[in-house]
């Protein structure tokens, strides 16, 4: 579930019987330096979930049970920023988000992971070689990142501007 108040953006979902997943985003003056899960000190993460609490007070008792709830090893800060899709050469094949990595807040990572795989696989049976393959690939995906990411980018400032 996505709750939008003004300037911030709070995702929850169940994960399984008794435990859930959750996010919460806005626009901050300045970028933040990342921080991966298990790797802050206990007073981070309190100015983190201090902050949470702050930000998302509007919400109801639900949000004050989730941040007390909160693993503190799973805390994680990550700037949620896209990356200009790029053509395949060497190696690696790079697809999906690690070609063309889109906000979390996207919201179709899994529609476009899919289609991204079904495409490469589908030009590798077609193809006379790798090569080609990814070639052919790169020219269906690529195009098709800029619409996303700039979708994404609209619904994204609408959730900040206004009540939803």
Do not use: C
């Not at 921080?35 to 004050?64: F, H």
């Not at 079904?118 to 070689?129: I, K």
């Amino acid at each position: 579930m996505l709750l939008v108040k003004i300037d911030i953006f709070f995702f929850f979902a169940p994960f399984d019987r008794t435990s859930a997943l959750w996010s919460v985003a806005y626009l901050p003056n300045t970028s933040r330096e990342a921080k991966g899960a298990g790797t802050m000190a206990n007073d981070e993460i309190d100015q983190i979930l201090n902050e949470t609490k702050e930000r998302t007070n509007v919400y109801d008792e639900q949000m004050s049970t989730l941040l007390k709830e909160t693993i503190r090893d799973s805390v994680t800060i990550f700037n949620a920023k896209d990356m200009v899709p790029f053509r395949n050469h060497g190696l690696v094949i790079v697809i999906d988000g690690a070609q063309h990595a889109m906000s979390s807040f996207a919201g179709n990572g899994a529609h476009m992971a899919i289609m991204n795989g079904y495409q490469l696989a589908h030009q590798w049976v077609l193809a006379e070689d790798l090569n080609s393959a990814i070639k052919f690939y790169d020219d269906l995906s690529i195009p098709r990142s800029p619409a996303t990411i700039n979708m994404s980018h609209r619904s994204i400032t609408i959730g900040h501007l206004q009540e939803i």
